[in-house]
């Protein structure tokens, strides 16, 4: 079990909650909570040792279009790039829609 922690600038505030994916075979799970700071703070808690390489380059690609202001846990059991980035931009699509749903 490796757990990894990265931090992005942000320039909006993230007022709404998100929950997506199941940690299950070769799944994750996406928590996403507002974050008082201007800044992203990302917490990957994975079953698969030595590939923060993987990870960081995933999340700064992702951080290239998010630029919300957030904490997100990641709970990680051996899911591809791929659904990684499919999980990140799923827990924003559905804060944002829930954002607006408040509005």
């Known amino acids: 079990m490796e757990r990894l922690t990265f931090d992005y600038p942000a320039r ?3 007022a709404v909650r ?6 299950g075979s070769g799944d994750l799970e996406v928590l996403l909570t507002p974050n008082d700071a201007m ?5 990957v808690n994975t079953s ?3 590939y923060g390489h993987i990870w960081k380059s995933v999340l700064d690609r992702f951080f290239t279009r998010y630029d919300g202001a957030a904490q997100i846990e990641i709970n990680d059991f051996g899911a591809t790039p791929g659904v990684v980035a499919l999980r990140l931009a799923e827990a924003v699509e559905a804060a944002e829609g829930a954002q ?3 509005v």
């Open 100 to 102: 607006g749903d408040r």
């Open 39 to 43: 800044l992203s703070r990302v917490v």
């Open 48 to 50: 698969v040792d030595g």
């Open 18 to 23: 998100a929950h997506v994916g199941v940690v």
């Open 12 to 14: 909006r505030i993230v």
